[in-house]
């Protein structure tokens, strides 16, 4: 069975959702869509809460969000407990991304990013194990943090 990606987008990023669907499925695995299903103006905290909920509440593993510049669908995504959401612009950001951050859900601005590039970034993200060691006790730190913030709000 193949593995299940979430997948989400604004209007700005949706051409580059639906093609990034195709090369997720050329590499063997399964989008979920969450929307939108087309180009009609949206808000990107909608889109994003979808991907980042099923994410952090562990019904998919990872997930990919698109907009125009990638920087709204980040702050969304990154207020979920357990999320570790990365804007990519290229193959090294991606590769670190997935090495030393554990990287969760891939984040691409669909408006500053050639196609090209954005298929290298996702399939590196996909390649790119975690390296562990010092890394993950820095995510521990995150993790606690999140424990920390969540007892003062
Ligand atoms: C939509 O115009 C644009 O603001 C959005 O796609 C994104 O870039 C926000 O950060």
């Not at 969000?65 to 804007?87: D, E, H, Q, Y």
């Not at 030393?100 to 590196?124: F, M, P, Y």
Request: with cysteine.
């Amino acid at each position: 069975m193949s593995v299940r990606i979430g997948i989400g987008s604004d209007h700005a990023g949706l051409e580059m959702k639906n093609h990034l669907k195709e090369t997720l499925r050329s590499l063997g695995y399964e989008p979920v869509d969450f929307g939108p299903s087309d180009d009609c103006s949206v808000d990107y905290p909608d889109f994003g809460e979808k991907v980042s909920r099923a994410v952090s509440e562990g019904e998919l593993e990872r997930g990919i969000l698109i907009c125009g510049t990638g920087l709204g669908m980040s702050i969304v995504a990154n207020k979920f407990p357990r999320v570790r959401a990365t804007l990519c612009h290229d193959e090294y950001t991606s590769r670190m991304s997935r090495l030393h951050n554990d990287s969760n859900i891939l984040v691409i601005g669909g408006r500053v990013t050639e196609v090209a590039t954005a298929e290298t970034i996702l399939r590196t993200w996909l390649e790119t194990p975690f390296e562990g060691g010092r890394h993950q006790r820095r995510l521990e730190k995150i993790e606690k943090l999140e424990e920390r913030i969540r007892d003062v709000s």
